[in-house]
């Protein structure tokens, strides 16, 4: 590309579709077995099919891609493995959805009909995700994409299960489990979201069977006493040392049940006696199983009330919850009625409030698994950055308890285990049996499915060919880094953990790098209840890829919460133009001859301000750098942003322009210093902002074809051979240019002196070394700020009537005879003096008024001391300025 062929205006849309198609078409993404490089693998945190791109997706993925871009250019062998997640209760959820607005439901459907609808429905939206990932320009080996229920996949699965089950870590029961009335099937402990309700609390009376008094207790579910099997009491609990032994009628039930003594229950709660039902409550049936209370199942699986429940059976849970509490009160059972707010746990998916039933399900033994896992971070083999999420994890696994796995639904991965209906044998097999071992043929497979969690806990090595040795086991296994959100250490990390060190012997990943939660402005949760989502198509839509990119990760540390600002947003896509610009003004001022290749450094006259930039590029590629290495990527991209607006921009281009129009060696070493410093600047950016800086790239001299694939810089390439980085007399030449400049500038704001009008500036220096460096600067810091005449003096003294500022290293004096009406500008500034005073006396007699200090909030007097000191700063400055005019 020609310098004459770049547009005056960045447009994102071209740019982004032309390059992603083009890396494509070249295969840069795709991954293979190197013995030659070193590798470097991550494997994406696989979507749900059911999903769209959201702002936790873009952020996360965004890091993945710097990371990759990065080794990449570093000469690794990198494989980003992409891949989707089937999401068993999301899809039944949307499937189900499907079929009640066609008059149907999956039951009426049947399970084969039912399961190819799902396909097709994964076959025509699964991959909405994928073109949306691509579309952030990652740089996924989309050749490798995975499914969780792909063939290999599942064949993981079914092998995983198996080996678990011979080795006796699954393992089928009834339990008390949390089960979703909505999405029929049961859900593990975290996936149980508790919310505070507000409640009622009911007290009830349950008279003894002798007819000599009675317990009353307090509940917050009264349709459960229809399943009661007995009522606890604290053992130390001297209210209740004579009751505790003897029977008590269940109010309207008339069912005998015991009083039984048993540490969990809280004397403070309620009256210090609870009731135990055992068929709905995990603390009850844990009390019912140490004393021998039977199970009473009164509600079911569909959130209504079974026949145990009587004349209430068929009811929906809270209707009956409001019938049994009047018939209560009818009764007279009922002592008295409170408001209450409880914790209480909805599921995660739909947020309906989960039922605890006892149900037969399969479950996974997790403390043998366990124990490795934690030994594996403590010992420090496994690093989570943040550290403080390494507590988080090890919170949980010293205290995990059995993982229920199986699933009341259709889609998803089939438990491999057969009942024979003549002996009641199950046979679990990774391929269907042909008979039992008693003979029989009539064998009945499992129906449920195994937990989503299941699949995806052997993500990094299942999708790498396991349980086949393949070479890409062997080669890319361990993987590098993980990055995920901090709210699925529970549900993905641990489990992929303890999943590779089980049955791959080593741990899955060296680093977990924890990302934190998108909030919008006024740090509110992002949802669609309070309208305030942001959707990143719209964002990559109006703005472009690369400004969505850097808005997501700059200034942000790992594991923190970021607040969306749309002021943000729109700073970076300024931060683009700007790049756009500047590399537009590089291009039309390089030579057109021998543009094609870069230019080396060596034999150039170089001045000051072209050895300062070449130093600082050095420097700024050793930060970004080391910054990187260390999951810094926040940071490095604040580097950046400031080194390329501030250093090279504002200040580097500047200084060049004012010696592109003069003689050749100093013209030339501008030219080569300007495309250098952009060239690598670029790379450096290129995995942050992909598409634009491969737009530029393309146009500058450079080596290779695409800088995807072009070499990481290095501090010692930014600077010529011999140059010794930093470079402390060019940066203090510089910095008191910049400082002069600055004041300059300032001081004819302060007066508005229009930009195109000369100004005479006097500068002071504090010692003759800084009158010398700035002599010889003379022309450039005139150049800038349009101080003509400019006057660079050693000495002491004030100028009359001249507004001044000290600057490290000088003093800078703007006089203003010539400038502005003297006299009108003492009387205005005199008028704002006075109003400020005004205003502080106000503020000083409040602060010195006891009621106020005594009734005001804390924040309120806090600001109005800040107020105060802000008015007296103003009234000195101004007052200051007064002198100064009047040249006293």
């Known amino acids: 590309m020609r310098a004459t062929d770049i547009p005056r205006v960045y447009d994102p849309t071209k740019v982004e579709e032309k390059w992603y198609a083009r890396w494509l078409e070249k295969g840069y993404f795709e991954a293979r077995v190197n013995p030659a490089r070193k590798p470097y693998c991550i494997v ?49 959820m949307k499937i189900e959805e499907m079929l009640a607005a066609e008059g149907t439901n999956r039951y009426e459907l049947g399970r084969e009909r039912f399961l190819e609808r799902a396909w097709e429905w994964k076959e025509k939206y699964g991959g909405t995700i994928v073109s949306q990932l691509k579309r952030m320009g990652c740089s996924c080996d989309w050749s490798r994409e995975r499914f969780t229920m792909d063939e290999q996949c599942s064949r993981a699965v079914i092998e995983v299960f198996v080996r678990l089950y011979r080795k006796g870590l699954i393992y089928r029961g009834d339990y008390i489990t949390n089960w979703c009335p909505n999405c029929r099937t049961v859900i593990s402990d975290i996936e149980v979201e508790h919310e505070e309700v507000e409640g009622t609390l009911w007290f009830v009376r349950y008279p003894f069977s002798d007819g000599t008094g009675g317990i009353t207790v307090a509940t917050t579910r009264p349709e459960t006493i229809l399943g009661d099997s ?13 009751a505790v032994g003897r029977t008590v009628v269940v109010p309207l039930v008339g069912r005998r049940v015991p009083v039984v003594a048993d540490e969990y229950v809280d004397p403070s709660f309620g009256t210090g006696a609870v009731k135990v039902t055992p068929g709905h409550d995990p603390g009850d049936y844990e009390a019912g199983r140490r004393h021998g209370l039977p199970v009473i199942k009164v509600i079911g699986g569909d959130g209504k009330m079974t026949d145990e429940a009587g004349k209430y059976a068929g009811m929906d849970r809270y209707e009956c919850r409001a019938a049994f509490a009047k018939e209560l009160e009818a009764s007279g059972y009922i002592v008295k009625v409170e408001d209450f707010v409880h914790s209480v746990g909805h599921c995660y998916r739909c947020r309906s409030v989960v039922e605890p039933l006892v149900t037969t399900q399969w479950f996974v033994k997790m403390k043998p698994l366990a124990e490795p896992a934690v030994r594996e971070v403590k010992e420090g083999r496994i690093r989570f950055v943040p550290e403080r999420f390494a507590k988080v994890y090890l919170g949980w696994m010293e205290n995990i308890r059995d993982w229920c796995i199986s699933r ?42 195994l937990d989503t969690w299941f699949s995806s806990a052997l993500w990094p090595f299942s999708t790498l060919g396991w349980p086949e040795d393949t070479p890409e086991l062997r080669y890319f296994y361990p993987t590098s880094v993980l990055v995920t959100a901090y709210d699925i250490i529970f549900f993905w990390v641990a489990r992929m953990i303890f999943s590779g060190l089980e049955f791959m012997g080593e741990r899955p990943f060296d680093d977990v790098l924890i990302t934190g939660l998108i909030k919008d402005s006024l740090g509110r949760k992002m949802s669609k209840t309070l309208g305030n989502g942001v959707d990143p198509l719209e964002v990559i839509r109006d703005y472009g ?48 001859t021998d543009s094609s290749r870069p230019v080396g450094l060596s034999d150039l006259q170089l001045e000051v301000e072209d050895r300062w930039i070449l130093s600082r590029l050095a420097g700024v590629t050793e930060d970004v750098t080391r910054l990187i290495e260390e999951y810094e990527i926040g940071e490095a991209g604040k580097v950046l942003y400031e080194f390329i607006w ?13 010696r592109l129009s003069r003689s050749e060696g100093t013209r030339r070493a501008a030219q080569v210093t300007l495309s250098h410093v952009l060239e690598q600047a670029l790379r450096l950016l290129h995995p942050f902002m992909p598409f634009i800086t491969e737009e530029v790239w393309q146009a500058l001299p450079h080596d290779g074809e695409s800088i995807v694939v072009a070499r990481w810089p290095t501090p010692g390439e930014a600077v010529p051979a011999g ?31 229009p930009a195109g009008r000369a100004a005479e500036v006097i500068v002071r220096a504090s010692s003759p070394e800084a009158a010398a460096v700035l002599d010889g600067m003379a022309e450039k810091i005139a150049g800038l700020s349009n101080a003509r005449p400019l006057r660079i003096e050693y000495g002491t003294g004030r100028p009359r009537q001249a507004l001044a500022s000290v600057v490290a290293g000088a003093e800078v004096f703007l006089p203003l005879g010539g400038l502005i009406d003297i006299e009108k500008e003492i009387g205005r500034l005199e008028r704002e003096a006075a109003q400020a005073r005004a205003e502080l006396e106000r503020s000083a007699r409040r602060l010195a008024n006891d009621d ?35 040249g006293s």
């Open 44 to 92: 994406i945190p696989p979507p749900n099919i059911t999903g769209s791109l959201h702002l936790g997706h873009a952020l996360n993925n965004t890091v993945q891609d710097i990371l990759i871009r990065y080794r990449r250019m570093k000469g690794y062998e990198t494989l980003w493995l992409p891949g989707y997640d089937h999401a068993s209760i999301a899809t039944h």
């Open 230 to 242: 007995g009522v606890a009491v604290h053992p130390d609990d001297e209210r209740y040392r004579d």
């Open 408 to 449: 009341q639904l259709w889609w998803g991965h089939r438990i491999p285990a057969w009942y024979c209906r003549d002996c009641g044998e199950t046979t679990v097999s990774a391929t269907p049996p042909h008979a039992c071992s008693c003979g029989s043929v009539r064998l009945e497979q499992d129906p449920d499915v």
């Open 545 to 592: 890829a690369d400004t969505l990119r850097f808005t997501l990760v700059t200034g942000v540390t790992p594991g923190n919460d970021q607040r969306w600002f749309w002021e943000k947003v729109q700073g970076y896509r300024n931060f683009c133009n700007k790049i756009w610009n500047a590399s537009r003004f590089v291009l039309m001022n390089l030579d057109d």
């Open 646 to 658: 501030s250093e090279f921009c504002d200040w580097y281009i500047e200084l060049a322009k004012l």
């Open 723 to 753: 140059f010794v980085a930093p470079d402390e007399e060019a940066q203090r030449v510089v910095s008191l240019v910049m400082g002069v400049v600055r004041a300059i500038r300032n001081l004819r704001a302060e007066v508005n002196v």
């Open 852 to 886: 106020f200090l005594k009734k005001a909030p804390a924040a309120v007097i806090e600001k109005e001391m800040e107020k105060k000191r802000i008015l007296e700063e103003k009234v000195g400055v101004l007052g200051e300025r007064i002198a100064a005019l009047r």
